[in-house]
């Protein structure tokens, strides 16, 4: 009997097919809200009508995110040992982030839209490498972490533990992601260490808007309409 290898998608870094997309710009706001409204994204892209997401937002207060598949336990003693006010589960994966000054985006986006790369990887590397960009420009030496091998650690501190596509610059993480894959849909949740790098948060929505405009979307953002705008 001959068996037929199975059709795999390849997994390419490069975006090559302009989509429409649109943005979204929130203030501080507390973490069950941020999160919930990264949730609805998510679900709107259950619509085949759907575009893609951006969405630009900062933290009302110290807070602990945790990942999907994390207990709340640990989250909650970490808050409190930080003095955060509270600890909310992302709807995405990866491990514990303390939020206070940094700048945090999302990115949801159709499972089979065409033009984006398929494997997760490549999502991380596409994203990551917008923002990389963006700080060299600036004469910032950044540098994107590949570890040399996987060690079988569950996730803890996510800034204290980088991963696999994550941002370094002089020795510490300044960019981390996370995601969330179901069948209809993809959510991405990246976080920038603002106060780390010495950036004004409001300059960077824009330098990041511009880069994902001409390097992943190949269009710029969509007009205002239903709550989104664009800067």
């Known amino acids: 009997m001959t068996t037929v ?5 390849p997994c390419s870094a490069s975006i090559e097919t302009p989509t429409p997309w649109r943005l979204w710009v929130d203030g501080a706001l507390s973490g069950e809200e941020n999160m919930r409204r990264d949730q609805e994204l998510l679900e709107g892209q ?3 009508a759907a575009v893609p997401v951006v969405r630009f937002f900062r933290w009302a207060a110290p807070t602990v995110s945790f ?11 970490l808050a409190k040992a930080a003095g955060a006010g509270s600890a909310v589960q992302r709807p995405t994966g990866g491990g514990m982030v303390l939020h206070d000054r940094d700048l945090s985006f999302s990115i949801a986006w159709r ?7 398929p494997c997760v990887k490549e999502v991380y590397r596409s994203f990551h490498g917008v923002v990389a960009d963006l700080l060299c420009a600036r004469g910032m030496d950044v540098a994107v972490h590949q ?7 569950a996730p ?4 204290k533990e980088p991963a696999d596509q994550d941002l370094l610059w002089c020795g510490e993480k300044v960019l981390g992601g996370a995601l969330r894959v179901t069948r209809w849909g993809r959510l991405y949740q990246g976080d920038v260490r603002t106060e780390v790098l010495g ?3 409001d300059e960077l929505v824009q330098a990041i808007t511009n880069g994902l405009a001409k390097k992943v979307f190949l269009t710029p953002p969509g007009k205002e309409q239903g709550g989104q705008k664009a800067v």
Do not use: N
Not at 5 to 9: D, E, I, L, S, Y
Not at 67 to 75: T, V
Not at 147 to 153: E, G, M, N
Not at 156 to 159: A, H, L, N, R, T
């Open 5 to 9: 290898p199975a059709k795999t998608t």
């Open 46 to 48: 259950r619509d085949p």
């Open 67 to 77: 990942g999907r598949l994390q207990p709340r336990a640990g989250a909650e003693s």
């Open 111 to 117: 499972r089979d839209l065409a033009g984006f790369p």
């Open 147 to 153: 570890p040399s091998k996987r060690l079988p650690i």
């Open 156 to 159: 803890g501190v996510c800034f």
């Open 199 to 201: 950036l004004d948060p």
